[in-house]
């Protein structure tokens, strides 16, 4: 194995350790969940690679909204979501890097509608807060520790809602 595909590997196994320091989040990313109540949970296809470690969206999908129903949002389903309302999105990303080693990237993200301040006529969907996480697992490997890098992402999330509005 050359040197550079060892130390992409070492790298990726740096950033995936269970228990490292959580990212910082800019103020104003943490503030635009102020007044946040209820989310709709969506969960993008997951990549063939993540699949065959056992884990399929609607796993992510129940996780996801289970712990952010814990936390005292609502959970708002299809029949329920109201065109504008505030999404909290998963996507993964990832694929075989070297034979053996699949490397990942967790995306999690709120989406919700924002008026352009320039032209307050003017409205859009914008991204508001976002995390992610890049991490390597080998084929074989539990896919609890996929699932417990999402859920990671997710406790920040409702930390630094919690930290602007009362649990």
Known sequence: MNRTVMLWLAVAALLSIP???????A?????????????????????TEIRELGLHEEDVYHAVADRLE??????RTERYAIAGEPDFLVDIFGGQFVQGIITYCINVRLEQPVIIERDRTLRT??????????GVVGFGTDKGVVMENI?????????????????
Do not use: C, M, R
């Not at 228990?19 to 989040?25: E, Y």
């Not at 814990?70 to 959970?75: D, M, P, Q, Y």
């Open 70 to 75: 814990a936390a005292g949002l609502v959970i």
């Open 125 to 134: 969907i914008a991204t508001t807060w976002s995390q992610q996480f890049i």
């Open 19 to 25: 228990g490292a320091p959580a990212p910082t989040v």
């Open 151 to 167: 859920l990671a992402l997710v406790d920040l999330f409702v930390d630094e809602h919690h930290s602007v509005n009362e649990p």
């Open 27 to 47: 103020a104003s990313q943490i503030y635009s969940l102020k007044g946040l109540q209820g989310v709709a949970v969506g969960i993008a296809e997951l990549p």
